[in-house]
């Protein structure tokens, strides 16, 4: 089967630097997305990865292995306002997003 | 109308009802998807269109049906509504394969 997975809850300081891990095994493999998605609010894009290496844009950026199936989001210099859940997506190789369940981040002062 | 919405934003409904959420875009993408979010699970895919004319079936079809009779709309209809499609729809579009999908802001239902 398809799975992806990211932990479920991370807490982090405003200032600090905070890594999501997610791990994936797909039946083939199109590209990861990052997703932002504050309580309450649709999910918004944050960064795509279809080559290995890091992709950086501003605060965040977004790394990619597809030899380990491993992908992590970056967000540097937290705020409070980072304080959402994130979701890691893979494209298969029928080019349907399989959602991993999220990480759901919280930011303290 | 600015990128994509749905209507209604919520709604209960009582078991055995018909329901059509609706959704549209303006951005003139091919391609379309429902999805459904439940507490602990990533999104799920129902249902999706990679262009007017077409529909396919997601990861949980079951219960639901979509047409898309232009590129702009993308309604899902539950014929009969049972407890357990209880769940937050959010309707996404995108220019299909590996395109980046954007979010339409969701529909809250609760299915009594």
């Known amino acids: 089967g398809q799975n992806i997975d990211q932990p479920t809850e991370m807490t982090a300081t405003e200032g600090a630097i905070v890594q999501i891990n997610c791990t994936y095994q797909t039946s083939g493999f199109n590209g990861l997305f990052w997703y932002q998605q504050h309580a309450g609010e649709a999910p918004t894009f944050l960064s795509y990865n279809v080559l290995d290496g890091l992709e950086e844009k501003g605060r965040f950026s977004s790394f990619l292995s597809r030899s380990k199936g491993y992908s992590y989001l970056l967000l540097k210099e937290l705020q409070m306002k980072d304080s959402a859940s994130y979701l890691c997506a893979v494209t298969d190789s029928n080019y349907q997003l399989i959602w991993g369940a999220g990480t759901k981040l919280i930011i303290k002062p | 109308i600015a990128g994509i919405t749905q209507a209604p934003t919520s709604q209960i409904l009582a078991a055995g009802r018909r329901m059509t959420l609706r959704c549209t875009q303006d951005?003139?993408?091919?391609?379309m998807y429902w999805y459904r979010q439940d507490l602990g699970l990533g999104l799920r895919l129902i249902h999706y269109?990679?262009?007017?004319?077409?529909?396919g079936k997601g990861e949980v079809p079951d219960g639901y049906s979509v047409s898309r009779a232009n590129t702009d709309d993308f309604p899902l209809t539950l014929a009969s509504a049972v407890p357990s499609q209880t769940s937050v729809y959010f309707c996404?579009?995108?220019?299909?394969?590996?395109?980046?999908?954007?979010f339409g802001p969701g529909t809250r239902l609760t299915v009594l």
């Open positions: 951005m003139r993408h091919n391609a």
């Open positions: 269109s990679n262009t007017a004319g077409t529909t």
């Open positions: 996404a579009s995108g220019q299909g394969g590996a395109d980046t999908q954007y």
